[in-house]
Antibody, heavy 122, light 108 residues
Framework: VQLLQSGGGVLQRGGSLRLSCAAS????????MTWVRQAPGKGLEWVSG????????YYADSVKGRFTVSKDTSKNTLYLQMDSLRAEDTAIYYC????????????????WGQGTVVTVSS | SYVLTQPPSVSVAPGQTVSLTCGGH??????VHWYQQKPGQAPVLVIY???DRPSGITERFSGSNSGNTATLTISRVEAGDEADYYC???????????FGTGTEVAVL
């Protein structure tokens, strides 16, 4: 089981970026996925989640309306489209494979990608 | 919004047992997950659904959850356990996931 991330970079405030997370070693359509970020020197912050089939999406208040999560099942790839970026979006972004849930729509974050750095300059 | 409170740091000697707490209102009614993060690395799930261990995680890690406090216990602590530990729940009221503030474990 592996999650391979790509798409990070440095960009200016107000810009857009799309992160990718290529999944392998498991049936992509059977598991929910999420994005988690970590600002420099800070703790973990959940960003977004998507159901196994892709029909339901969830967002943190801090990114709602600016970020869009999606799954391309033909490519076994998870995406995070980030628009109207702000300096406070600067962080390492991790994609994760979720477990089926006992409470809520997505269970624990079982597998994590290697992370990709997003830097937004003001 | 739902808040999870963890002590910022704890120190423990090798071979001893350490208990890391995660406080939240009625957290005992939620499923709590715990993650270990070593410097420069992605987090790793060590306990899910209060007290289940993922495949490959040592039995030295165990969890409990009741009332307003969830606890991650590390037995027979080793130098390799030195890391930050985060608890996490799903906040059904807010419709989002919440991470605790994290506890840094230092092995003396």
């Amino acid at each position: 089981v592996q999650l391979l991330q790509s798409g990070g970079g440095v960009l200016q405030r107000g810009g857009s970026l799309r992160l990718s997370c290529a999944a392998s070693g498991f049936t992509f359509t059977n598991y929910p996925m999420t994005w988690v970020r970590q600002a420099p020197g800070k703790g973990l912050e959940w960003v977004s989640g998507i159901s196994a089939g892709g029909g339901y999406t969830y967002y943190a208040d801090s990114v709602k309306g600016r970020f869009t999560v999606s799954k391309d099942t033909s490519k076994n790839t998870l995406y995070l489209q980030m628009d109207s970026l702000r300096a406070e979006d600067t962080a390492i972004y991790y994609c994760t494979k979720g477990l089926p849930a006992t409470h809520g729509p997505i269970g624990a974050f079982e597998i994590w990608g290697q992370g990709t750095v997003v830097t937004v300059s003001s | 919004s739902y808040v999870l409170t963890q002590p910022p740091s704890v120190s423990v000697a090798p071979g001893q047992t350490v208990s890391l707490t995660c406080g939240g209102h009625n957290i005992g009614t939620k499923s709590v997950h715990w993650y270990q993060q070593k410097p420069g690395q992605a987090p790793v799930l060590v306990i899910y659904d209060d007290n289940d261990r993922p495949s490959g995680i040592t039995e030295r890690f165990s969890g409990s959850n009741s009332g307003n406090t969830a606890t991650l216990t590390i037995s027979r602590v080793e130098a390799g356990d030195e890391a930050d530990y985060y608890c996490q729940v799903w906040d059904s009221t807010g419709g989002h996931f919440v991470f605790g503030t994290g506890t840094e474990v230092a092995v003396l």
